[in-house]
């Protein structure tokens, strides 16, 4: 009698596989130090056995069809990054050699200027006080700071806009509190 994988037990392989996967990206962010090559391997292994195990549930195998190639896509995702990663051009890695760079930089400076993370040339952002102003207060409401170069792009953003929607020669931004909650407010400037 043939009788194949129970779904319990595939639901199984399909809850380490989402655990090697979150595995994989904090190794990718450097929370994790070594990659779980061990994991991947044996997991692979334990799909490939069980895909070919036959069974005479149609569902079953559906599934184990689905965990297979979703194994598939995810190893060659892995396999890209890594190889970026080998060659110097993953673009996490590459930002934090250059803030890495910027905050050297600083350090050397006094402070004064600012770099462009993605030049790494001085520009001397007018938007470094309501960035730093903003994710301080967004600490003390307990929310996650944005992305100082995240934020900086979205100001960069609205003031054309707001030039274009007001015939404006400047914008100026201010950081306030509303409700505990950091807001940022805008105004033209003729």
Do not use: C
């Not at 292994?45 to 190639?69: C, H, S």
């Not at 890695?93 to 050397?108: G, I, N, P, S």
């Amino acid at each position: 009698m043939i009788t194949g994988m129970s779904p319990a037990e595939i639901q199984q392989l399909e809850q380490q596989l989402e655990q090697l996967r979150i595995r994989y990206e904090q190794y990718f962010l450097g929370i994790e130090k070594m990659e779980p090559a061990t994991e991947r391997t044996k997991l692979k292994r334990a799909i490939i056995y069980a895909v070919e195990d036959p069974t005479n549930n149609t569902a079953a195998r559906f599934r184990l069809g689905n965990l297979k190639q979703k194994m598939a896509t995810l190893e060659n995702y892995w396999n890209r990054i890594n190889k970026q990663i080998e060659e110097g051009t993953y673009k996490r890695h590459q930002f934090k050699a250059r803030l890495h760079e910027q905050m050297a930089a600083e350090q050397r400076s006094g402070g004064a200027g600012h770099v462009d993370l993605s030049t790494g040339a001085d520009t001397g952002s007018p938007y470094d006080d309501v960035v730093s102003k903003y994710r301080q207060l967004q600490q003390k409401a307990g929310q996650k700071p944005v992305a100082p170069e995240r934020l900086a792009a979205m100001l960069q953003k609205q003031e054309r806009q707001l030039r274009e929607k007001f015939g404006a020669q400047k914008v100026e931004f201010r950081v306030t509190v509303e409700n505990g909650k950091p807001k940022l407010k805008a105004r033209p400037v003729r």
